[in-house]
């Protein structure tokens, strides 16, 4: 028997609809069906992210070109890897991509092993821009997103195309609720004329020349001590045992290592020097706008109410022209501990400039204080720093000083002090002094210490941060909620 389906009255319960991609609704995390198209990734990204190793079979094919004058080989060789690269693209290509479904992204990839990727989109905290020099050449961009409760890692887009790059991020950041100002277009970057769109930066552009000059100056103190360290230990060594006996070992077996270490450094601050080029700083809302690079450009988000800390470095040779550096750090509630994330908001600037950004950063934040060393009797324990290490409890902040070679001044407000501890080791206690450790949330707080203080002003310095960082903790949590 066959029953005929009756006609629907206006009483009955309509079916239950399709969820949308996203919305107001509430939606029930979970994978999107099987049919929901995935949005690809440019075609170009398996060539790009294997540069390296292209590069390194082209160098090989060029060296065996040189040597054995057979030029079909090259031919062939350029042939095969093409061909090859490009099946294997094709076959990348389709198991990598993402679905934007409810308020989650959902991020897929792998050949042979297949990984599956969710991150949900409420708990986003950033989404930053990077265009490495290879996908600057094809007018490309990459996606880094950051969401508390990771683990530590951000999840990677790579690459889209820079248009399609900017309203993906704008769109991921209006379904978390978390709107920001888009980058400079590709048209701003590229033009001759500095001409900022959106906000007006907190600080002016920082010079080639300038900038320069600061990561030599950096560098040359560190470089120069090696270099008299070293040459002057083969001086004394070849002097006693003669050069023609111990040149080779030494040279193979010390000073080559100690000059590729000094090598690293030289590449390390031109790295640094290419990273902080063009650098460009803005605040818009509630985040600070970060845009910097030469070769690799990125454009970094910093959300200001997770700012946990704010460094400010002085260089040893920066201390004559009054120059200063702003780090600032900030904390995602993860489930692993020490996860920190460290944004340069000022590679190098004048005291004027520190202090717009120190302001942005942390409200109402100064940037020169006036720190309380500690006593005489510890001075022994730090000869050279003594006179450069203190602690100041300012209003707003709880400030150490410490450092030589790179000064350094860790402000931490009230508010993000989560633990407060006094340690005092034998000698310590011998002596009468103790340090005071503010812990914040990730691993900062091992260097806002209040180092040798004498043991009752310690005491009553670990009393008083703990009762002001629950007055400030009170006063903010109206605020957050």
Known sequence: MSAEAGPVHDDEPAPPLAPEPYGPAPYTPGAPPEGVQRQRLHPLTPLLESVRFLTAVAAAVGVQMFTSRNFLFAVYAAVAAAVVGGIASLIALQYRGFVIWGRELHIYGGVFTRSHRTVPLDRLQSVDLVRPLQARLF???????????????????????????????SELLSIAGRPGA??????????????????????????????????????????????????????????????SKVATALWFGVFAPALFGYLQSTVSTVNRFLRNSRFRITRDGGNL?????????????????????????????????????????????????????????????????????????????????????????????????????????????????????????????????????????????????????????????????????????????????????????????????
């Open 139 to 169: 007018r490309l961009a990459q996606l880094n997103i950051e969401v508390a409760g990771g683990d530590g890692t951000d999840a990677k887009l790579a690459y889209l195309k820079h248009d399609r790059a900017l309203e993906l991020r």
């Open 182 to 243: 888009a980058p400079r277009t590709e048209s701003t970057e590229e033009s001759t004329e500095e001409v900022p769109e959106g906000p007006a930066p907190l600080a002016p552009m920082v010079t080639v020349r300038k900038l320069a000059l600061a990561s030599l100056l950096e560098a040359l103190p560190v470089q120069l001590t090696a270099l008299l360290v070293f040459g002057t230990a083969f001086a004394v060594t070849g002097s006693i045992f003669g050069f």
């Open 289 to 481: 706008l970060i845009e910097r690079g030469l070769t690799d450009t990125s454009h970094e988000t910093v959300p200001v109410d997770r700012v946990t800390a704010v460094c400010f470095d002085e260089p040893i040779l920066w201390r004559r022209k009054d120059w200063r550096r702003v780090e600032v750090w900030t904390a995602a509630v993860s489930q692993q501990i020490n996860v920190l994330k460290s944004t340069t908001a000022l590679p190098v600037g004048a005291p004027a400039e520190v202090a717009a950004v120190a302001a942005e950063a942390v409200p109402e934040l100064p940037s020169v204080f006036e720190v309380e060393r500690p006593p005489r009797r510890a001075r022994w324990r730090m000869p050279l720093r003594w006179k450069r290490t203190g602690t100041l409890l300012d209003e707003k902040v709880f400030v150490a000083r410490h450092g030589w070679w790179v000064n350094t001044h860790v402000a931490v407000p009230y508010a993000r002090i989560q633990s407060v501890r006094v340690v005092q080791g034998p000698i310590q206690r011998m002596q009468g002094l103790a340090t005071v450790h503010a812990m914040t949330a990730g691993s900062v707080g091992h260097t806002a210490k209040a180092a040798h203080r004498d043991v009752r002003e310690a005491v009553a310095m670990a009393a008083e941060l703990r009762k002001r960082a629950d007055a400030a903790a009170a006063l903010e949590a109206p605020r957050l909620s």
